[in-house]
């Protein structure tokens, strides 16, 4: 059975970081793009980042760059997020999703991934 496993989550202060894992099981993420998700309470669902199955020329939303690297480790089958200098309005479940695609094209729209994961809760308070 193909999952995604999302990791990592937690509350931080502002200016903090986070690392999430993606972790997938029953395949191997060798042909697929990961995008990593975000939905805050009574928001839509918002692209954050997104790698291609070679991990070249990732793509970031405007408001996480600079401030998010998106990587990815095949031979681990893991993908991570890494979150500097957070900010209360990325308060949000967090999502991994996979597409199989192996282009240099990569979206940010949610309707084009296909795996998703559970998702875990990242919370940035003082």
């Known amino acids: 059975q193909m999952q995604l496993v999302e990791s990592g989550g937690g509350l931080v202060q502002p200016g903090g970081s986070l690392r999430l894992s993606c972790a997938a099981s029953?395949?191997?993420?060798?042909?697929?793009?990961i995008a990593w998700f975000r939905q805050a309470p009574g928001k839509e669902r918002e692209g954050v980042s997104c790698?291609?199955?070679?991990?070249?020329?990732?793509n970031y939303a405007d408001s996480v760059k600079g401030r998010f690297t998106i990587s990815r480790d095949n031979a681990k089958n893991t993908v991570w997020l890494q979150m500097n200098s957070l900010k209360p309005e990325d308060t949000a479940v967090y999502y991994c999703a996979a597409v199989h695609y192996s282009g240099s094209y990569l979206s940010l729209d949610k309707h084009e991934y296909d795996y998703w994961g559970q998702g875990t809760q990242v919370t940035v308070s003082s």
């Open positions: 029953g395949f191997t993420l060798d042909y697929y793009a």
């Open positions: 790698i291609g199955a070679a991990g070249g020329s990732p």
